[in-house]
């Protein structure tokens, strides 16, 4: 099945730095790529995804980069706000819809005002 | 976009009693739900998928007879925790996606937090 790992497990912030977050995954099946970010005692929320035949996309100050051949894929967040910090979970699956998504272990973001 | 409501968000519980959470996709159909357990500062771990009029596929490790779902219809998948015992307290979470091409990705439940007495 599926492995994804993700790093770092923490990291901490100036406000207005960036914030890179990384993933590698095992699957070569696998070519639906989403990050979420998750508050306390919430679910996660999807904050962008990336499909394999796409190398990057990007929401105002979030980035997502993939290497399909390298298996691997980055979270990037601009100009960071307090309300940035969270905890980042990046996932990955087959993009059928009948597949569940596997989880990185997730990555505790502090951005320091 | 698509939601995913899950209820209750918080329920407390003697040890040995059962427990039921619902997970309804308010505004899709999803013929297939996934339900997750996740433990204090840890990742999401699937359980089991929820498959409409079907039964659930449970992953390895997970004991069916004491998580039982239920998809009886397109719009509703539920979790019950039978017998719960302490080790069981945890944060619960669902999750579904809309037709697959229409652009939507998979969305998550509020999460169900868990407590057994």
């Known amino acids: 099945g599926e492995n994804v790992e993700q790093h770092p497990s923490t990291l901490s912030v100036q406000e207005g730095d960036s914030a890179v977050i990384k993933c590698t995954y095992s699957d070569s099946a696998s070519n639906y790529f989403p990050w979420y970010k998750q508050e306390l005692g919430k679910g996660p929320q999807l904050i962008i995804d990336?499909?394999?035949?796409?190398g990057e996309k990007k929401d105002q100050r979030i980035a997502v980069t993939l290497n399909k051949t390298a298996k691997h894929f980055s979270l990037h967040i601009t100009e960071t706000q307090p309300e940035d910090s969270a905890v980042y979970f990046c996932?990955?699956?087959?993009?059928?819809?009948?597949?569940?998504?596997?989880f990185g272990s997730g990555t505790r973001l502090q951005v320091q005002p | 976009g698509a939601v995913v409501s899950q209820h209750p968000s918080r329920v407390i519980c003697k040890s040995g009693t059962s427990v039921k959470i619902e997970c309804r996709s308010l505004d899709f159909q999803a013929t297939t739900m996934f339900w997750y357990r996740q433990f204090p500062k840890k990742s999401l771990m699937l359980m089991a998928t929820s498959n409409e009029g079907s039964k659930a596929t449970y992953e390895q490790g997970v004991e069916k007879d004491k998580f039982l779902i239920n998809h009886a219809s397109l719009t509703l998948s539920t979790l019950t925790v039978t017998s719960a015992h302490p080790e069981d307290s945890s944060f619960y979470i669902c999750?579904?996606?809309?037709?697959f091409g229409t652009g939507d990705g998979y969305t998550f439940g509020s999460g169900t937090r868990l407590t057994v007495v």
């Open positions: 996932a990955a699956s087959p993009d059928t819809g009948r597949r569940a998504l596997t």
């Open positions: 999750s579904a996606r809309p037709p």
């Open positions: 990336i499909r394999s035949n796409v």
